[in-house]
Nanobody
Framework: QVQLVESGGGSVQPGGSLRLSCEVS????????VGWFRQAPGKEREGVAM??????????ADSVKGRFTISPSIARNTVTVYLQMDSLKPEDTAMYYC???????????????????WGQGTQVTVSS
C-alpha cells in the first residue's frame, strides 16, 4: 500500500522560504510521479508542481515558476520529494498535499490530482 507523509509546513513572512517534504513508501520501484497540490480556504485544489522521481526537471504552475523547486531524493529504498518554496507570497497560503501515481500525466496535474493516493497535508501560512 502506497503511503505519503508531508511535513515542513509553517508560518513565514512574505519573501521567506520553506521546504516541504513528502516521504513516499510502498512502491516496489523507485520510478514514479509525485505531485504537489494546494488548496486555500474557499478555493479549489490546484496543481503546484509535478515531477517523476527519475526526471531531470519538474512541471510548475505559472504562479510558482521561478520561486518553487520540486526535487526527489532517493536514499536506499526511501523516496522523499521536496518542494523548496522561496519568495513566498501571501497568496501561497494554503494546505499543501502531495499525491503519487505511476507516471506523470499533464491531465492529472491539470485536474489537481484527480486520483491519489494522497498525504494528510501540511499547512503553509504566509503573513506579515
Amino acid at each position: 500500500q502506497v503511503q505519503l507523509v508531508e511535513s515542513g509546513g509553517g508560518s513565514v513572512q512574505p519573501g521567506g522560504s520553506l521546504r516541504l517534504s513528502c516521504e513516499v513508501s510502498g512502491y516496489s520501484h523507485i520510478s514514479f510521479c509525485v505531485g504537489w497540490f494546494r488548496q486555500a480556504p474557499g478555493k479549489e485544489r490546484e496543481g503546484v508542481a509535478m515531477r517523476s522521481t527519475t526526471s531531470t526537471r519538474g512541471i510548475y504552475a505559472d504562479s510558482v515558476k521561478g520561486r518553487f523547486t520540486i526535487s526527489p531524493s532517493i536514499a536506499r529504498n526511501t523516496v522523499t520529494v521536496y518542494l523548496q518554496m522561496d519568495s513566498l507570497k501571501p497568496e501561497d497560503t494554503a494546505m499543501y498535499y502531495c499525491a503519487a501515481r505511476s507516471m506523470c500525466d499533464a491531465a492529472w496535474f491539470a485536474r489537481a490530482g484527480s486520483s491519489g493516493p494522497w498525504g494528510q497535508g501540511t499547512q503553509v501560512t504566509v503573513s506579515s
